[in-house]
């Protein structure tokens, strides 16, 4: 569980890192799964556009037991409870490999803008818990946040394309324009938080958030787990996206 | 002129930073003169990928009194000189935009083997000074460096395209391949120098440097001014571009 100072932490700022809360056998057992995962996830895997290296993979917590564990880790399952004051599920899980020397640029964005308009997610109260499979440097393209901009909420998107396949490509389908960000960063500033393998950055559904190109020779492997609240379960009159990116079920999830 | 620390710091890591060169009152006249070179510089302006967003202006020196008078100023001339033990006119000059939101990658690459290949430039005894009109931080681009990457002297590259035109676009016609970047950077790291604006960064003409895209609110405007030994001249029977990329009058400059 957080402490006082991480909570307010992470409600001032939309986002918090903890150090080295896997070790580095943990983190090694999960980049072999990932691996793995990359190599056999079929139409779960995106690749950087024009290529064939891939960008993601999504929903391994229903494919293999080692992220179907790490979901429910007691070192992840309580904090999300904690910081959303509800029981848990997971809406979405992807790996994000952002390859040494091939990981490509992320557009300013909001990840609540999806799950609201394409899965039917009623409120903001969801969040995100990216495990380091790598440490995460100046160089190698790490997540970029604007400190306390959850606190703007829902932010207008500029909609590029139709359908839910292109949620998943470089260029998003929902990304904020360049004047609000302008304005949003003049005030706010911007950090990237950076850490060794193993640790955790917990990030509010509303942060904007964007990354840079990776042009060094280290991969910045991420697992991204969006834990939803059960009080707050996607609409699934309104959901659009298959159950590998928006979750049908809601279950809450025991450590 | 440089200390015996600074060039001994020079010769070991192939770039310096001097802070402050030049103050508020110089810097806003040459974003000035930047800007109205962006806007007549006519086939001297380059433009980012696919888009009408100004990505360089060239030659600026030989079209404006404002820069023609930098590349002479008593606080670079003397610098270049002494590094590069000869006296000096200057090969090639660049403003390099890199604009707030817009500023796209550039690959890794060495700035020598364009002189060499596409001027007839006979050895790397040249350097650049890059001049900062803007404050260069972690989020707006940087300049991104191998330490003591010079030291390897000129590494084979990737060819892409034929004709100088290439030697201007995104993808650049000379790039280091991944296989020999991850060895070098695997030995030496990476550094991205950052400072204020009027700083000024020296760096080497077999330098290995990269840099990210500017996803920030704020523009990374350099003016790279490119020095030569009048002794290091380039062979004009095998000089491929036209004179505001390659110049063609070796007079040794006066402060």
Request: some cysteine; charged content about 25%; proline content about 6%.
């Amino acid at each position: 569980m957080l402490s006082p100072a991480q909570l307010d932490e992470y409600r001032t700022q939309g986002f918090l890192v903890q150090e080295r809360v896997f070790d580095e056998v943990e983190i090694r057992q999960l980049k072999d799964e990932a691996a793995q995962e990359f190599a056999t996830g079929g139409e779960r895997v995106t690749v950087e556009a024009d290529t064939d290296v891939p960008r993601g993979v999504h929903g391994c917590h229903l494919h293999t037991e080692a992220f179907g564990r790490l979901v429910r880790s007691p070192r992840l399952l309580p904090v999300a409870e904690q910081l959303l004051g509800d029981q848990v599920y997971v809406h979405q899980f992807k790996i994000n490999a952002k390859r040494a020397f091939k990981g490509e640029v992320w557009e300013w964005h909001q990840d609540y803008t999806f799950w609201h308009h394409e899965d039917g997610m009623p409120e903001p109260r969801a969040l995100t818990a990216a495990i380091f499979l790598d440490e995460v440097t100046e160089f190698n393209g790490p997540l970029t946040f604007v400190p306390g901009g959850h606190g703007s909420g829902e932010i207008d998107a500029e909609v590029e394309g139709e359908g839910w396949a292109n949620t998943l490509t470089a260029s998003l389908k929902y990304s904020i324009d360049i004047g609000t960000m302008r304005k949003l960063i003049d005030r706010n500033g911007l950090a990237a938080p950076k850490g060794p393998r193993g640790s955790v950055l917990w990030f509010d559904a509303n942060i904007p958030h964007a990354s840079v190109p990776n042009i060094s020779p280290s991969d910045r492997g991420l697992v991204l787990i969006t834990y939803n609240g059960v009080r707050n379960k996607i609409d699934l009159a309104r959901s659009t996206r298959p159950e590998w990116l928006a979750a049908r079920d809601f279950t809450p999830l025991e450590a």
